[in-house]
């Protein structure tokens, strides 16, 4: 089984830098490491380079569900749902079910009797379009049955409500896993290794001119066919190969608050309806998600930020049906983040299509571009296939409906013995269910690293709810290269605790120097350096608009700065 260690990172550039591909993804976000594994299961020689951290984009600040988009059946988007209910119910029973778990809603309704008609027979559209997949159908709740399951809500603000199911994901661990299974299938992955240009002959992209950002080092990586797979940063890096792409991609930014889970009582999460979108409450651990704005984002890519105004809308629509409101006090943690979106004609970026492209825009490059975190999956194989045609020769079908990710297999029957395990590892039964909600099969190699050193089996100073190991582990098992990786994306630390993760960071750069080799110095600057990331955003989020909080956010320095910054 493949470990995302050090090591195999320095093998991998390694690999990428002597031999010819077939299929080289540049991204590392769901897409393209779903990319990476799909064409490594079809058995070509695949390589996948990301430029930060796998999922440091998008793909770690979505609202962390796995859903078809009820709203889109409105816009009568009925292929799109059916899609992406599909994915659900994969993820679900056979390719994630140690990731994706179920989560109830809960829709007020306003209106007696009209709206229970309309929404309902969305819903039960919803449920027949699920075909099954692995979760139970909606019903309808009385006034009374509505606040029994949410006590917080207002009487006044419901008459009524519906009760469906959707799933949610840690979107981060779950694209980190894709990576890590990519490799275990023979993929050659690596973070921090910047694309900063394109290889030619003629018209033709023959591969790609990599910065190994962390030993500063520039080599060559040549390929059949090139995947660019980076999201909002499309047209960025199709601007390297020098040509105008096929169709461009705009950034729509997404904004969401993390609080306590007592403050919101409630046994179910929330959808409401907004003047432009919907607005979910979605139970997290401990803690509830409250999100999405969906505005027009022109400014810094890689780290966007939520801006004071963006706080307070969110705050405002939740607290229109809170019988208890929410405070600023009461926010926990902040994330912004950006969806890639295909430009169109509307203006509004919640009217554009979530709807995916795939296209060539000269031989030996293919694009792929928007859709949802949902149907990742589909976007990846389509993108192989525009690979395939380009290779001319016969390749196997995608076969990534049929293979489960890393920690898949086992988890049900290790879930069953978690009591056991419990019993084997001196660990409580609780601590045991959050790891394999985490790691899923896997769990044993935690386990092993606290068996080896007993006090990995402590809880992490500054953040409780995780264990010392699971640190240990992100440093040598999943990619993890930096005290950021660990404390935003490895773990939720950043926005599950009311410090952001300052008092957990000098502990957590302690477990990890050893395993990343760091140096006395270079633990204190990676300490520093969070500090400072976390004082830029707490900034930001207190300015009026876009530009104040975008200026403010980028006074923090970057870990790792890209080329040319």
Not at 122 to 132: F, P, S
Not at 443 to 453: Q, Y
Request: charge should be negative; charged fraction near 25%.
């Amino acid at each position: 089984m493949t470990a995302l260690s050090p090591e195999y990172r320095d093998s991998a550039l390694a690999a990428l830098a002597g031999a010819e591909l077939d299929v080289l993804v540049v991204g590392g976000g769901v897409v393209g490491a779903g990319c990476a594994l799909d064409a490594t299961t079809r058995g070509l020689s695949t390589g996948l380079v990301e430029a930060r951290d796998f999922a440091a984009g998008t793909s770690s600040r979505s609202s962390k569900l796995i859903h078809g988009g009820l709203r889109y059946l409105e816009m009568l988007d009925f292929a799109l749902v059916r899609e992406a209910l599909r994915e659900r119910g994969l993820l679900l029973t056979r390719l994630a079910p140690h990731l994706v778990r179920p989560v109830r809603f809960l829709y007020p309704l306003r209106h007696r009797a009209w709206e229970r008609i309309y929404a309902g027979a969305g819903v039960t559209l919803y449920d027949t379009m699920a075909l099954n997949g692995g979760l139970p159908r909606h019903r309808n709740l009385t006034l009374r049955g509505a606040l029994r399951e949410c006590p917080a809500l207002k009487k006044d603000a419901l008459v009524g409500a519906l009760q469906y199911y959707d799933a949610q994901v840690d979107d981060a661990r779950h694209t980190m896993f894709l990576a890590r299974t990519a490799a275990a299938y023979g993929a050659q992955v690596a973070s921090r290794a910047e694309v900063v240009g394109f290889l030619r002959e003629g018209e033709r992209v023959t591969g790609v001119r990599v910065h190994d950002l962390e030993h500063d080092r520039t080599f060559e990586v040549r390929a059949q066919q090139v995947i660019n797979a980076t999201g909002v940063w499309t047209d960025d890096t199709q601007a390297l190969v020098g040509e105008r792409g096929q169709f461009h991609v705009r950034a729509s930014k997404g904004i969401h608050l993390v609080v306590p889970r007592d403050r919101i009582q409630s046994k179910t999460g929330i959808i409401l309806r907004t003047e432009k979108s919907v607005l979910f409450v979605i139970p997290w651990g401990r803690h509830w998600i409250i999100g999405t704005t969906d505005t027009d984002w022109n400014l810094d890519k890689a780290h966007p930020a939520a801006s004071s105004t963006d706080i307070d809308y969110l705050l405002e629509h939740v607290n229109s049906v809170l019988s208890t409101p929410l405070s600023r006090a009461d926010v926990q943690g902040v994330y912004a983040g950006l969806r890639p979106l295909l430009s169109g004609e509307s203006e509004s970026t919640s009217q554009l299509s979530r709807e995916h492209t795939v296209g060539s825009p000269v031989p030996g490059l293919v694009v792929v571009a928007g859709g949802k975190y949902t149907t990742y999956r589909v976007m990846a194989r389509d993108a192989v296939d525009a690979c395939v045609h380009g290779l001319g020769r016969s390749v196997p079908a995608s076969c990534t409906q049929g293979v489960p990710l890393l920690g898949a297999d086992g988890y049900t029957a290790l879930w069953n013995r978690r009591r056991v395990l419990a019993t084997e590892s001196g660990l409580h039964v609780a601590r045991v269910e959050h790891l394999l909600s985490r790691y899923g099969s896997l769990v044993t190699e935690v386990l092993d690293l606290i068996e080896a050193d007993p006090s990995l089996a402590g809880p992490l100073d500054g953040a409780e709810d995780y264990l010392r190991a699971e640190i240990v582990y992100a440093a040598s098992h999943e990619g993890a290269r930096h005290l950021e990786d660990l404390l935003t994306r490895r773990t939720r630390i950043s926005i599950e605790t009311f410090d952001r993760g300052v008092a957990a960071a000098p502990v957590a750069a302690a477990l990890a120097s050893g395993v990343l080799g760091w140096t006395d110095e270079q633990t204190a600057r990676e300490v520093e350096n969070y500090r400072l990331r976390v004082e830029a955003e707490r900034r930001s989020q207190d300015q009026p608009d876009d530009e104040t909080a975008d200026a403010a956010r980028l006074g923090a320095p970057e870990v790792v700065p890209l080329s040319g910054r």
